[in-house]
């Protein structure tokens, strides 16, 4: 299984800025995502970040406010934008070889806006 | 979208004690992941499932991937108090779709240690 490294683990911001994680693999992927996770809720699917082109963005999440950058197979960033403390949360960074290959995550950036 | 409705939300154990959960989906999944999750950590993978009917297992874990693909369910045998922590199910869509690693989460089980 790939290792996969987020930066920070955790940060406490001021509502109206911006904040961007990295996602470092040790490996290369074929894809990889970002995910949220609500304070005691589930994990959901923000976008699939494409290497070398647009993030794909699921239902509910845009690029102004989660801009996201793939540069190459084993790098991948998210930025929070304009931040307010419904943002706050964890936000994990997940990778794939592809195919029907499982999905590992990043230990998560938990993000809390004041 | 797809939903998936995990149960219990929460359990309670005594050392010793096996432990079930299970997920049921709205929609087919070729692919059934089990997670778990400690606190302040990532989800960790426990088992994945890629064939309806399958029955895999790792230690004292046992999963089983539905015969309609719409559920999965997971045992634990023998519980310790390190099995303590969240369990999710997961659904993979797999090579039939573009971005087939992208999961479908269930909401979650809470498995705690009984006071």
């Known amino acids: 299984s790939a290792v996969i490294s987020q930066k920070p683990s955790r940060d406490i911001c001021q509502r109206g800025t911006s904040l961007t994680i990295q996602c470092q693999v040790d490996s290369q992927v074929t894809m990889m995502f970002w995910y949220r996770q609500q304070p005691g809720q589930s994990l959901t699917l923000i976008a699939t970040?494409?290497?070398?082109?647009?993030?794909?963005?699921e239902s509910g999440f845009v690029i102004d406010k989660f801009p996201i950058s793939r540069p190459n197979l084993t790098f991948s960033t998210l930025t929070v934008s304009n931040m307010s403390p419904e943002d706050s949360s964890i936000y994990l960074c997940?990778?794939?070889?592809?195919?029907?290959?499982?999905?590992?995550f990043g230990q998560g950036t938990r993000l809390t806006v004041v | 979208g797809q939903q998936l409705n995990q149960s219990p939300q929460s359990m309670f154990i005594q050392e010793g004690e096996d432990v079930s959960m299970n997920c049921t989906s709205s929609?087919?999944?070729?692919?059934w992941l089990w997670y778990k999750q400690d606190p302040g950590e990532g989800p960790v993978l426990l088992i994945a499932?890629?064939?309806?009917?399958e029955l895999t297992s790792n230690g004292r874990l046992t999963a089983q991937f539905g015969i309609t693909r719409k559920d999965s369910f997971l045992n634990i045998s023998a519980s310790i108090p390190s099995d303590v922590g969240i369990y999710f199910c997961?659904?993979?869509?797999?090579?039939?779709?573009?971005?087939?690693?992208?999961?479908?989460f269930g909401g979650g089980t809470r498995v705690l240690v009984k006071p």
């Open positions: 997940s990778a794939a070889a592809g195919g029907n290959t499982e999905a590992f």
């Open positions: 929609s087919i999944f070729n692919t």
């Open positions: 499932l890629y064939k309806a009917g």
């Open positions: 997961a659904g993979q869509l797999g090579v039939i779709k573009a971005a087939g690693n992208k999961l479908t």
């Open positions: 970040a494409n290497q070398g082109s647009e993030a794909t963005y």
